[in-house]
C-alpha cells in the first residue's frame, strides 16, 4: 500500500518554513524520510518508529502520530541546499516488513 | 569505504536483449534490495535479499531475476527486455533489516533505457 504524500510540489524563499505529509491507509510499524536531489541517488535522512516519536536533526524534524497512521516533516528556515525531492517510505505493522516509497514532494527553495 | 557501487552506469539495450545490473557493497551488510524509479515516481521494489542464498520478490519483479551468491554481490538480470523497463535502477543495502529501524544506504543508479 503506497502512502500518500503531500504537497506534490512546494516552491519557497530562503528561511521561510515547510511541511511535508505522508499519510497511510494501513497501520504503520515505522516512517523512512529520504531526500533525492536530481540526478543523484537518495539520501537518508531520518526514521520515526511506531511510538509516536518526534526525531530532528539541524533545521528539519519530523513526526509520526501512530493514531492518525501520519507522518510530517517539518524543514524549518530553509536553505538552498534543501532543494530536492522528498520521499517517505513506510513499513506496515504487519505483513511483510518492505519499505514502500511514497511519490515524492518536490521542494524548490530559491534565492 | 566505496559503499554501495552500481555498474554500469548507463546503458541502452534494444527490444529482447538481456543483460545484468550489477551491484556491490563492502559495508558487510547482510541485506539488499533492488528498486526501479520511473521518471517522475517514487521507488518501486523488485527484489530484495536478506543474506546469502536468499532472496525474495518485492513489488514489480516480473520480467528480472536475481541471485545472491555473496554477500557483497546482488546482480539483477533483466531477460527479454522491453521498453517498459526504462527506468533508473538502484542498489540498496542495509545492516539489518529495514523494519527494525535501520537506514538503507543507496547506490548512485544505473539508467537503462530500453528501444
Known amino acids: ?111 | 569505504n566505496a559503499g554501495v557501487t552500481q555498474t554500469p552506469k548507463f546503458r541502452i539495450l534494444k527490444i529482447g536483449q538481456s543483460m545484468t545490473l550489477q551491484c556491490t557493497q563492502d559495508m558487510n551488510h547482510n541485506y539488499m534490495y533492488w528498486y526501479r524509479q520511473d521518471p517522475g515516481m517514487g521507488l518501486k521494489l523488485i527484489y530484495y535479499s536478506v543474506g546469502a542464498g536468499i532472496t525474495d520478490k518485492g513489488e514489480v519483479p516480473n520480467g528480472y531475476n536475481v541471485s545472491r551468491s555473496t554477500t557483497e554481490d546482488f546482480p539483477l538480470r533483466l531477460e527479454l527486455a522491453a521498453p517498459s523497463q526504462t527506468s533508473v535502477y538502484f542498489c540498496a543495502s542495509s545492516y539489518s533489516p529495514t523494519s527494525g529501524g535501520n537506514e538503507q544506504f543507496f547506490g548512485p543508479g544505473t539508467r537503462l533505457t530500453v528501444l
Not at chain 1, 504537497?7 to 515547510?18: F, K, M, N, S
Not at chain 1, 530532528?56 to 501512530?66: L, P, Q, V
Open chain 1, 1 to 111: 500500500q503506497q502512502p500518500v504524500q503531500s504537497p506534490q510540489a512546494v516552491i519557497l524563499r530562503e528561511g521561510e518554513d515547510a511541511v511535508i505529509n505522508c499519510s497511510s491507509s494501513k497501520a504503520l510499524y515505522s516512517v523512512h524520510w529520504y531526500r533525492q536531489k536530481h540526478g543523484e541517488a537518495p539520501v537518508f535522512l531520518m526514521i520515526l518508529l511506531k511510538g509516536g516519536e518526534q526525531k530532528g536533526h539541524d533545521k528539519i524534524s519530523a513526526s509520526f502520530n501512530e493514531k492518525k497512521q501520519q507522518s510530517s516533516l517539518y524543514l524549518t528556515a530553509s536553505q538552498l541546499s534543501y532543494s530536492g525531492t522528498y520521499f517517505c517510505g513506510t513499513v506496515m505493522d504487519t505483513g511483510r516488513r518492505a519499505l514502500t516509497f511514497g511519490s515524492g514532494t518536490r521542494l524548490q527553495v530559491q534565492p
